[in-house]
């Protein structure tokens, strides 16, 4: 029976304050690893779409680079990385890496253990549980390799196959016009079996990361014991029965902590996979990797040639008594690059007191293959051009050179800052009628 005269009630209020205490900073720990993570998402976020939206970003992301579903990596990939480095609640998620059950949380826990420890006992007693420690997860990184690669391959057949979905969401009239659903259905099937064939690549790779990190759950503080109480058989009094008390609470603590951070190890590996898209990302948009201020690469290109009047399968465009241009033909020729000039003095870098005009300017496709050379035309106010050429002769490059969207390799172009393109597909923004009558001016400026 319990005493109640007898019994240190300042003991028990005091455990239970520090229990209430605990909870407490568990919790608070928690409240302010998410509160760093959403922040952490803003700044991440914000700094990549401010280089990402800028005509010569977004567009080489989307139309030249090749990299596949760059918004996926943008809402999606950044949110995932946050969240399992520090944690959320929208949706429940545990952080990695600073929440109360993080690696770091964990280690800082096995350091006043490890203090008292070499302040008592001998040196190999004291070591002892790290060093297996360091053992299982060491085991467990090599093994966990695996899941990198299969890990980033999901991520990006998964982006593919919701990318899909949302081009005939928002293509679903044209589509429908055209009886297209059968292809849009195999297309989606494809997909599919490329997920779900990825999804057991990742599930083999995690078979033996989650067998060792289970048998370490279950029999890891056993063999740790038996491995004592062996060395305990053959000289007692070496261990006083108070040194292996105080140890067995050490490989407590220490086989809790391997367990939660071994079970970290698998998802940080998930992490890399994640981290490893937002890397290209970044790479592509040329961010800390040495571009101009403008996020614009060096993009090594061919110079042409000098042209050769008797050479009659270089044509070139010249401007011409009638306004017209005449077609231009492709030529094969590399040199290095010299690169193009535009005029400065102006707003968004053209000089408004001159007509819009390019002075022999060539033109080769981001991937360095030469395709205009010497084009040279001045269209002043009241003016009109026609270009005229078969498909695929440059004629849609001579705009996105005007417009900035590709680079010049030599010649100069001047852009007045009040011309306006009317793109060849049509853009629907996400907003009013009235604001889409008015793109790109904002409703109430217009």
């Known amino acids: 029976d319990f005493d109640y005269n007898n019994a240190d009630w300042g003991l028990l209020i005091l455990c239970t304050l520090l229990s ?30 401010d280089v990402y939206l800028r005509p010569e970003n977004f567009y080489r992301v989307c139309r030249i680079s090749g990299l596949d579903t760059p918004e996926s990596r943008i809402s999606n990939d950044l949110k995932q990385f946050v969240a399992m480095i520090c944690g959320s609640n929208e949706p429940t998620v545990v952080g990695l890496l600073f929440t109360t059950s993080g690696v770091i949380n964990q280690l800082c826990i096995m350091v006043p253990f490890l203090y008292k420890s070499l302040k008592n006992f001998s040196l190999g007693l004291s070591l002892a549980p790290y ?48 009886g297209g659903d059968k292809q849009e259905e195999e297309r989606a099937d494809g997909m599919l079996t490329e997920v779900v064939s990825n999804t057991h690549r990742v599930i083999d790779a995690s078979t033996l990361p989650m067998l060792i990190q289970q048998f370490q759950a279950s029999f890891g503080g056993f063999l740790f014991n038996y491995v004592m109480g062996i060395g305990f058989l053959f000289d007692p009094s070496c261990i006083p029965a108070e040194t292996l008390a105080f140890q067995q609470i050490v490989v407590q603590t220490i086989c809790a902590s391997v367990t939660s951070i071994s079970a970290s190890i698998p998802a940080l590996n998930v992490v890399f996979g994640v981290m490893q898209r937002i890397t290209d990302l970044l790479s592509t948009l040329g961010i800390r990797t040495g571009v101009s201020k403008h996020g614009e690469p060096p ?12 050479d009659e399968s270089t044509d070139y465009m010249t401007e011409g008594e009638t306004g017209t241009m005449g077609i231009v033909d492709v030529y094969q020729q590399s040199a290095p ?13 053209s000089d408004d007191t001159l007509p819009l005009f390019m002075d022999r300017v060539t033109i080769n496709t981001p ?7 010497d084009i040279s035309f001045r269209v002043g106010k009241g003016e009109s051009l026609a270009i005229v050429g078969n498909s695929g002769c440059g004629k849609s490059s001579i705009l996105r050179v005007l417009a900035g969207l590709w680079q010049a390799a030599d010649g100069r172009v001047n852009l007045p800052s009040d011309s306006f393109f009317v793109p060849q597909a049509p853009y629907l923004s996400m907003a009013s009628l009235q604001a889409q009558v008015m793109y790109p001016m904002r409703v109430p400026d217009s």
């Open 299 to 310: 993009v090594v290109v061919p110079e042409p040639r000098d042209a050769d009047p008797s």
């Open 131 to 178: 060093i297996y420690m360091f053992l299982v997860i060491a085991l467990l990184s090599r093994v966990s390799r695996a899941l990198v690669r299969p890990t980033y391959k999901q991520e990006q057949l998964e982006g593919d196959f919701r990318f899909h979905h949302t081009v005939v969401r928002e293509n679903c009239e044209s589509i429908a016009f055209y």
């Open 337 to 349: 690059v010299r690169g193009g000039e535009r005029e400065r003095e102006g707003e968004n870098g």
């Open 20 to 49: 209430i205490a605990v909870q407490f900073f568990n919790n608070l720990g928690n409240y302010l690893s998410w509160i760093v993570g959403a922040r952490w998402r803003r700044a991440l976020t914000e700094t990549i779409q």
């Open 367 to 373: 991937d360095g293959q030469p395709l205009l050379r």
